[in-house]
């Protein structure tokens, strides 16, 4: 059995002074988000990943952006389904990501036409389910339109007892 481990660089520099507010990508969750398990990933962590990297210093959000596109750029179709849901939520909640990814947008046009062999177990499903999340991740990546743009006419609808006073 051979294992691959996926190296990536440490961003923590403990002598560097951080900004207020910034805080370090936890790879840990990544990796988790992305294994080759044949699990789903739990959508709390995609609230965590996407929570890590919008409070990240800006600096850091291109190692995350190629992280995941070697992720999908790998031979494993879980973690090429895992990696482009995980580049789908980043790219909607965090525009930074966003254009750090279409920099490597063509690991993901290429993802959108996996295929390969059936399996016995689970046939084409794998394959189908991975050009899925790419198409999916491509509309996300390429239609400039991001969380906070699609729901901001939500905010001036919301209000609450301390800041409205009635006709």
Known sequence: LVVALRVV????????????GMADIDWRRLHDAT????????????????????????????SVATYLADCVEG????????????????????????????ERIAAVEE????????????????YRLVREAAIGALEIL??????????RHMSSRIVGFGNYLPD
């Open 9 to 20: 660089p440490s961003l923590a520099h403990p002598g560097r002074a951080r900004l207020p």
């Open 75 to 102: 031979d494993h179709a879980h973690v090429k389904f895992k990696a482009l849901l995980v580049i789908k939520a980043l790219a909607f909640h965090v525009p930074p990501f966003c254009a750090c990814m279409r």
């Open 111 to 126: 993802a959108s036409m996996y295929s390969g062999m059936p399996s016995a177990m689970f046939g084409d499903e794998p």
């Open 35 to 62: 294994s080759a398990a044949n699990q789903p990933t739990p959508g709390y962590l995609l609230h965590d990943i996407v929570k890590d990297v919008s409070h990240a210093h800006p600096r850091e959000i291109p």
């Open 142 to 151: 390429t239609a400039g339109e991001h969380y906070h743009q699609r729901y």
